[in-house]
């Protein structure tokens, strides 16, 4: 059975949202192109954390795929969005026939889990400023990332770190008047990258 066979493409409107879990509970996404925010909500105070920012290769999602379970997660689409999707049955049932292929998924997963696992590091361990200085230095290394963070709001850049618009912007301010950054109006641009991982490896020193 060819795998491709089993997708289609769908095309989601920038700012449109998957809150109905059973969604994603039976289909599976490849991203083609355009950002998808995965993202959880506390119940009680609605504070809202970003897990993943979700690109172009990404899929989702994984954990349904393996353990057939419910998944307590949310999707917004931060552009508009093409993905090629395909029921989920349909592809544990190719890789029950391919199970070579098993080990591709592992690898993906492994890297999100890393990933995963350093952003809650950082939040238990690391003070605001430095995981803002991280997150900007960080999608700088990566050329796959370096549009990933371009036009986010502040409210946006507060979810992925665990913080709020408010410090955000205040630490903003800080690196901007330090020289390391510049901003327009949801852009940031780096202005002096040693600058800005001076400072990176200055607050890690402190921490």
Known sequence: MDLLTNFHEEKWPKNSCILNQEHYLYHFYIIISGRIKMYQVDENSDKEHTLFLLTKGDVFDLNCLFDEGSHQVYYECIDDIKVLAAPMQSIRTWLQNHPKYYRSFLIYSAKMMRQLESNFS????TDISTRLANLLVTNLKDPRNLNLLCDLSNKEL????????AVVNRHLQKLKKSGSITMTRNQIKIQDIDQLQRELSKKKKNN
């Open 122 to 125: 950082q939040i238990i361990f």
């Open 158 to 165: 507060a979810n992925l770190i665990g913080s709020t618009r």
